[in-house]
């Protein structure tokens, strides 16, 4: 059974903030109010404790949760390179709504999913978030909701969707600031690149780094569903079966039309989802609610190449 905390009581805060940190250093998870939407979260360097995080939200490996910070020093010791602008946008916008995916430092002892070495991390701008940050140190952490669903902007609407089993703690914090999910800017490359649009617009973003390129929103595509890809398969045979009976080269031309195509939506979701390289912390997150995005950097390259950072929001993209 959950134990929930009132965190606008003064003596509940310092109980809860208390109880949540052991349950986090035991490997368990614990929901908490954030500026953006409410999160649940655990001891990032706990693989056991990422996997059930991921499990109980119904996510895969391919998406794996950003880590949350409680101060700017936490965060250099999980990067290894800030790149051009890291400094200048934490200086400029932490603590607040904007998520950095940058290269991890390699020697740290940790889990978080499929990666790719990276990691996508945030200081968040709530007084119970980090008063517990900076108890218990980095915290893996995706938006409180099941995979596909409405991110939570109440603790009620978190533990309507996360059950009183799984989640240890309930820190309830009162509506969240915003409903709207930190931006997510990808610094593995020389220009900064957004990979969520989301509470800081790219105009403030140029405002500090200058040059940044804007989130890619040409060639999303929605997840084509098996039934689909078994009727656009058959249609795929009968057009070859029609082409082998035709002298006409044209006829023949048909023949090999890929199931996806045929569709009409273009990819599997397998291919929608980026399998965990294209695409936080999500789901968890434009706004919650969009369209999907994944593990690795939907804003294609100036070589036309689509980055491959791996450490995103998952699909339902309501992540904090």
Wanted: net charge negative.
């Amino acid at each position: 059974m959950s134990r929930i905390y009132d965190c606008a009581d003064e003596t509940a805060r310092k109980d809860g903030i208390a109880d949540a940190a052991s349950a986090v250093r035991r490997g368990e998870l614990v929901v908490l109010p954030t500026d953006t939407v409410y999160g649940i979260g655990t001891d990032a360097f706990s693989p056991a404790a990422v996997a059930n995080l991921l499990a109980t939200k119904g996510r895969g490996r391919d998406m794996p949760p950003p880590v949350l910070v409680g101060s700017m020093r936490a965060a250099t010791a999980l990067i290894e390179d800030l790149g051009n602008h890291g400094r200048d946008l934490m200086e400029e916008f932490w603590p607040g709504p904007l998520t950095l995916v940058c290269t991890a430092t390699p020697s740290l002892s940790w889990d978080l999913g499929d990666t790719k070495g990276t990691v996508a991390v945030r200081m968040p701008m709530d007084p119970v978030a980090l008063e517990l940050l900076k108890e218990v140190g980095p915290m893996a952490v995706s938006s409180a909701n099941k995979s596909g669903l409405p991110a939570a902007t109440r603790m009620e609407e978190a533990l309507e969707q996360l059950g009183d089993e799984d989640v240890a703690v309930y820190l309830d914090g009162g509506e969240t600031d915003s409903p709207v999910a930190s931006t997510i800017v990808d610094l593995t490359y020389a220009v900064p690149r957004v990979l969520r649009s989301g509470a800081i617009s790219i105009e403030q973003l140029r405002a500090v780094c200058g040059t940044v390129i804007g989130e890619l929103r040409q060639g999303r595509m929605k997840p084509v569903r098996e039934d689909e890809v078994a009727k656009a398969g058959e249609a795929a045979k009968a057009s070859r079966r029609a082409a082998s009976r035709s002298e006409a080269p044209a006829a023949a031309g048909t023949g090999g039309a890929d199931p996806a195509q045929a569709s009409g939506d273009g990819a599997s979701e397998g291919t929608a989802s980026g399998s965990g390289a294209a695409a936080a912390g999500a789901d968890t997150e434009a706004a919650p609610g969009g369209d999907r995005t994944t593990g690795g950097g939907t804003a294609a390259g100036q070589d036309g190449r689509t980055p491959e950072t791996g450490q995103l929001p998952d699909g339902d993209r309501s992540e904090n």
